[in-house]
């Protein structure tokens, strides 16, 4: 009658004096296979958290671009010329009437002066600075768009066909080839301009390695951390160039 009693009070005192290895080798995996499932579920989320805010900023960025280019297209007079203007290194005392990533908006033409602001893309690798940049024309430089990485203008004449860039900086030239100020009369053909812009992540740990996705890599290893570039592409019909 007693062997019962025993038998319950030995089970007691095991269990008093704890759990056996292998109780503890089982729990354990239980534990780092649930510890597992629940870092497979929140890491994407936290990746999607981390990101959010450079999305807005990159968005926010691409918004001012676009406004700024936009006005100021909308408003410029004959002619819009594919190149730096102004009093500080201007592009035809070097020989050079055409970039893809510059335009001069010219308001006035008065004999040798010319009234202008020059929009440009500032890509300093270097220094990690990509900008885009205003000149007044006059003595500054200042940024209007941080972590640009892609500016670029095209042009179309009255037949709505894109005009070369050959075209634009061969002649015939006003007022005369010796001018100090000419541009090529082809420039007086612009109807429309096409801007792309394009937008990075600011931090190099939301970017991956350089590619179609991104113009500058960044160190993320990750995909599910990526915050690819944004693009955006518009074209602009300044009104005072369409009134035939």
Not at 51 to 65: T, W
Not at 181 to 205: S, Y
Request: proline share 6%; glycine share 8%; hydrophobic share 45%.
């Amino acid at each position: 009658d007693c062997a019962p009693a025993a038998r319950a009070s030995a089970s007691v005192r095991r269990r008093a004096d704890g759990f056996t290895l292998i109780e503890l080798l089982v729990s354990t995996a239980i534990t780092l296979g649930l510890m597992a499932a629940l870092f497979g579920v929140t890491n994407p989320a936290l990746g999607i958290f981390d990101a959010q805010p450079e999305l807005s900023d990159m968005q926010q960025r691409l918004r001012i671009g676009v406004d700024v280019l936009a006005k100021d297209l909308l408003m410029a007079e004959v002619p819009v010329m594919p190149y730096r203007v102004g009093r500080r290194n201007p592009d035809p005392a070097v020989g050079i009437f055409f970039r893809p990533d510059t335009i001069s908006l010219v308001s006035a033409l008065d004999g040798a002066a010319i009234s202008s602001h020059t929009y440009y893309l500032k890509s300093d690798i270097a220094a990690g600075e990509f900008q885009l940049r205003r000149y007044d024309g006059a003595a500054t430089d200042l940024p209007v768009v941080e972590h640009v990485v892609k500016l670029e203008f095209e042009y179309f004449g009255v037949d709505r066909m894109r005009l070369a860039p050959s075209t634009l900086q061969d002649g015939p030239w006003y007022p005369d080839g010796a001018d100090a100020n000419r541009f090529d009369t082809d420039l007086l053909n612009i109807r429309r301009v096409r801007v792309t812009l394009r937008v990075q992540a600011a931090r190099a740990a939301l970017r991956g390695p350089a590619g179609v996705l991104f113009v500058h890599g960044g160190i993320v290893a990750s995909g599910e951390r990526y915050l690819p570039d944004r693009e955006i592409r518009f074209d602009v019909s300044p009104r005072n160039l369409n009134l035939e």
